[in-house]
């Protein structure tokens, strides 16, 4: 058993721009907490995130990439130490992130946790993602 000194809440979807306007509650163990608005004018205070994007650029030496969803980029940190992470690098790719908010502005960026590739089904995932975002936020204002 692991011990934690804080539980964590289990990610919350999120897209970039909800990041990168979201108000900073503050920082603790280097993970911000940051306040965003949801689609229906309600708040969501989030440190840990499931973003999913394209990947513009890969820096392996940097151990980072950077990706794009319909709202802007956002910057991934620790990408080389995520299990079968470094498929998911190659320009192009459609990629789900789970990770812990580092800072939001002038980018958000994330030390990913977990990584998978989604491209294959990538038409999908892209339509489908702002709706999903939208439904789990509302489902937890909702419930709050």
């Not at 940051?34 to 708040?43: C, F, N, P």
């Not at 995520?82 to 908010?101: E, N, R």
């Amino acid at each position: 058993m692991y011990k934690t000194d804080r539980k964590r809440a289990p990610p919350v979807k999120v897209l970039s721009g909800q990041l990168r306007d979201g108000e900073r509650r503050g920082t603790t163990d280097n993970v911000e907490e940051v306040l965003i608005r949801t689609a229906h004018g309600r708040s969501v205070s989030v440190s840990m995130v499931w973003m999913q994007g394209t990947v513009l650029e890969a820096q392996r030496d940097r151990d980072a990439a950077l990706l794009v969803d319909e709202t802007g980029s956002f910057v991934v940190q620790a990408v080389n130490n995520i299990p079968k992470g470094k498929p998911c690098l190659s320009q192009g790719k459609y990629v789900m992130v789970m990770g812990v908010v580092q800072a939001t502005s002038p980018e958000p960026v994330l030390r990913a946790v977990k990584m998978a590739d989604l491209s294959q089904h990538a038409d999908v995932h892209r339509r489908m993602w702002k709706l999903e975002v939208e439904d789990l936020q509302q489902v937890l204002t909702c419930t709050a």
